[in-house]
């Protein structure tokens, strides 16, 4: 059998499928599918959501930094909490850039496989910050200024009391993401990256 | 598109998503599961079509991307408790009774995840510069992937001769 024969084959095939396949229009008219059109938007919403938290909090931190930049270790606080949330707002940014540079209608297969990957390698690599050094960075330093800023209480002033509190939940963190890193985030990474070259060779080899 | 005119739409793309379904996913589960996610997909997107090219071009763009995301996920998923949208009635046809046709799928299922979509489109008839189109590749690309493509189908069907 050479191919014209099995591509005939195929289109009978088709043909039949075409004759003895039926939908399930009750099971269709039942599901609700609007409910999927709002689960594939949740990552966006999410960033967009994100985005404006991080609009709102920025200036709560300048204002902290300021109000207390008599005070070396707050105002040290304040400026890293306002740095972490920059950088909180930047990688927000670039993730819904990425989300907006996908259109599942119009775009070719592999084009649209690549921009995927890269819309998920750019939110591991934006993970990885969050995690290393967004969360732990802002944990601190907002604990810190809320507790003067709403309690009058000086974490500086008994660092001796807070730290056997604090130290233990920051040492389990810092291992845990280390792990969570080396065997979550880093392989996954690692197996976009492979996709993005196996698409490349893909549309280059000729 | 409201629902009713979507069921009419899927109803007549029925065997371009069976196909598409059987040949990534063999599997009944995974079947149904993909099947799930194209048909969602699709009525997410089907209020964006605005008839630049065929339906059924756009239809398989949407159906292979949502294939090859299915099938390049991890594996150990676990299957929802799903039903088959579209149903074959297996007393009037069984594509694993055609010995051709099971064969097809046996050699589709051994193809990397954009030749397993290249073969499909090929085997429907759709000309060179549509599965570039489709796919986002050079037709002269398309014609060499072909070529190899045969080249593996014959040494599949008649190794003897490799």
Known sequence: ?206 | MNKEQFIATINEYRSLIYKVCHSYCPNKADHQDLEQDIIMQLWTSMSRYNGSVKMSTWIYRIALNTAISYYRKEKNRSHVDSHSFIELARHTYDAETDEHIKLLYTFIDQLNYLDKALMLLYLDDNKYKDIADILGISESNVSTKMNRIKIKLKNFFHPEKA
């Open chain 1, 1 to 206: 059998m050479d191919i014209n024969e099995f591509k005939s084959a195929w289109l009978q095939h088709d043909r039949k499928l075409t004759e003895n396949l039926s939908i399930n229009e009750t099971l269709l008219k039942k599901v609700n599918m609007d409910r999927s059109r709002k689960e594939l938007n949740k990552p966006l919403i999410y960033e967009i959501v994100s985005f404006f938290f991080f609009i709102i909090l920025i200036p709560v931190f300048i204002f902290l930094a300021v109000l207390y930049r008599s005070e070396s270790n707050m105002l040290i606080c304040g400026i890293l909490a306002t740095v972490a949330l920059v950088l909180g707002l930047v990688l927000c940014v670039k993730k819904i850039r990425l989300f907006y540079r996908i259109d599942y209608f119009n775009q070719p297969v592999i084009q649209l496989q690549e921009r995927l990957a890269l819309l998920k390698s750019g939110i591991l690599s934006a993970r990885k910050i969050e995690v290393f050094f967004l969360l732990p960075t802002l944990f601190i330093t907002a604990l810190v200024l809320m507790l003067r800023y709403l309690r009058g209480i000086d974490l500086f002033e008994d660092i001796s009391f807070f730290l056997p509190l604090i130290l233990p939940g920051l040492l389990v963190t810092i291992v845990g993401t280390v792990f969570i890193n080396k065997y979550l985030y880093d392989k996954k990474i690692k197996n976009v990256e492979h996709l993005l070259m196996e698409l490349k060779a893909y549309q280059q080899e000729v």
